[in-house]
């Protein structure tokens, strides 16, 4: 079976993880401050702050930007539950703006009906690896703070400027994201307040040993999961540009298919390839679940991200916070979207499987 993630770890992991084990100092030590070094350089920020993982680092940033009850932010419908669950956790209603058809990534034009006097904050998410529009985002924002779900978007990139860099940036480090600790987050910043608040609000709002400065948490990494995120930052350009080339193959194998829409990614705005999805349109061959076990059946796997709009689930059609509206387009990308492996450790021959088998699922 072709898997849909490969998560390879190596010499180099192992010897800095063993490092931090002898050296018996496993939190806050030296190797969340290189991690967070590193990282700041990469993305072209002052700032890169970890967390404990992608999630704690969207509340500590709702928080920083002081989103709270009564406020509201408006973020993209088609998203991992995170998003809004980060949302709620702070106490703020959660609006959606519908996405665009042709990216899956929030609408600018759907954003203005979205704000209202309470609107706090504006959580842009660039799913699969590819940018929203963040120039027209921010063009449509009003002035509001932007805060980028760039969880799946590790060095993407608009016109040559890094996601991260056009609100507070919010990275997950979990296990199948494109750099990885394990369990972790890092949020990037220019603002040297924002870092300060975002440091403080991981460590229980101490500034210095027992003098507290605001209510906060435990949202600290551990230099354990630091230690297997720094290697790996010096390996993910490179492993960026062979899920590009992986995707490039993917697409030219596909093209011109009956039933498909391959993803778009147009050249200014640069798609890292967390996930290469697809979408099964009606009136082909096989719907999306035909063409999964199709695909199944011939050794490649698959996955569904997501299978339902956000709010799609009682606990938030349910939940006093969280404006239901119905968004069409998400929906109905919700029953069409389809993920193939792209992943940076593909041989030549797993790709050309994976183009066999979806030709040959869909009779061509
Ligand atoms: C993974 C992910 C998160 C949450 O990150 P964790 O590290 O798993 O807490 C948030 N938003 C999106 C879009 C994600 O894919």
């Not at 967070?36 to 509340?59: D, I, K, N, P, W």
């Not at 403080?200 to 600290?220: F, S, T, V």
């Not at 490179?238 to 194998?253: F, S, V, W």
């Not at 689930?313 to 929906?331: F, G, N």
Request: hydrophobic share 40%; with cysteine; proline share 6%.
């Amino acid at each position: 079976m072709i898997r849909l993630t490969g998560v390879r770890m190596g010499p180099r992991e192992e010897r800095l993880v063993l490092e931090v084990l002898r050296s018996g100092h496993l939190v806050q030590g030296p190797m969340v401050e290189r991690l967070e070094t590193r990282f700041a350089e990469l993305v072209g920020v002052r700032h890169a702050v970890a967390m404990s993982s992608g999630t704690t680092a969207l509340v500590a940033s709702l928080e920083a930007l002081e989103v709270g009850p009564g406020d509201e932010v408006v973020t993209s419908p088609f998203t991992f539950a995170a998003t809004v669950n980060a949302i709620l956790e702070v106490g703020a209603r959660v609006r959606f703006a519908d996405i665009l058809e042709e990216d899956l990534t929030m609408d600018p034009a759907a954003l203005p009906a979205a704000l209202t006097p309470r609107t706090k904050a504006i959580m842009p998410v660039h799913l699969y690896g590819y940018p929203a529009d963040m120039p027209a985002i921010e063009a449509s924002a009003n002035g509001v703070a932007i805060l980028e779900d760039a969880a799946q978007a590790h060095l993407a990139r608009i016109g040559g400027r890094a996601v991260g860099t056009w609100g507070i940036g919010v990275f997950s480090l979990y296990a199948t994201k494109n750099l990885t600790t394990g369990e972790g987050g890092i949020v990037t910043t220019d603002g040297d307040g924002l870092a300060d608040r975002l440091r403080l609000l991981r460590n229980q709002g101490m500034r210095d040993r027992y003098r507290y400065e605001i209510p906060g948490h435990n949202y600290r990494l551990s230099d354990l999961h630091a230690a297997v995120g720094l290697p790996q930052l010096e390996t993910l350009a490179e492993r960026t540009e062979r899920r590009q080339k992986n995707a490039a193959r993917l697409n030219e194998g596909l093209a011109d298919l009956e039933g498909i829409r391959l993803p778009q990614a147009i050249a200014s705005r640069e798609h890292v390839y967390h996930q290469f999805t697809i979408r099964v349109t009606p009136g082909g061959p096989l719907d999306r679940d035909g063409l999964a076990d199709e695909l199944r059946a011939r050794g490649v796997e698959t996955g569904v991200y997501y299978p339902r709009a956000v709010y799609d689930y009682d606990c938030y059609r349910e939940h006093p916070l969280v404006d239901v509206t119905p968004m069409p387009i998400a929906e109905r990308a919700a029953r069409e979207v389809l993920s193939l492996p792209v992943h940076p450790w593909l041989s030549d021959a797993d790709l050309d499987t994976i183009v066999r088998a979806v030709r040959e699922a869909l009779g061509v």
